[in-house]
C-alpha cells in the first residue's frame, strides 16, 4: 500500500511564458515568465503579475527594512500558456 501525499498534475511549468485569463491581472492581456509552482495549491508565481507589499523589518541583510513590492501567488487556473519554456529532452532532439 502507498502512502504520502500525491502531487497533481498541472498544464504550467517553471519558466513558461503565460497569460492571466481570469482576476484582477486579466485586464490588458499581461504576461509574464513563471518564477515558481506549487502544484499542491495550486498556485503559480509569475515574474512583473500581482504585486503585493510586505512589510520588512530591519536585518542585517536589510538594514533599511521598510515596505517592498513583489511578486504574489496567482491561481493556476487563472494561467492559460503563451509560449513553452524550452526543455533538456527537446533540446537534445
Not at 502531487?7 to 515558481?36: M, N, Q, Y
Not at 536585518?59 to 524550452?86: F, H, M, W
Amino acid at each position: 500500500m502507498k502512502t504520502g501525499i500525491r502531487k497533481p498534475k498541472v498544464h504550467i511549468r517553471r519558466d513558461d511564458i503565460v497569460s492571466v485569463i481570469s482576476g484582477d491581472e486579466a485586464a490588458g492581456g499581461k504576461t509574464g515568465k513563471v518564477l515558481k509552482v506549487d502544484p499542491v495549491k495550486g498556485y503559480a508565481i509569475v515574474e512583473g503579475l500581482n504585486f503585493i507589499k510586505k512589510h520588512m523589518r530591519k536585518t542585517q541583510d536589510n538594514p533599511e527594512g521598510g515596505i517592498i513590492e513583489k511578486e504574489g501567488p496567482i491561481a493556476i487556473s487563472n494561467l492559460k500558456v503563451v509560449e513553452r519554456a524550452q526543455r533538456k529532452s527537446e533540446k537534445s532532439k
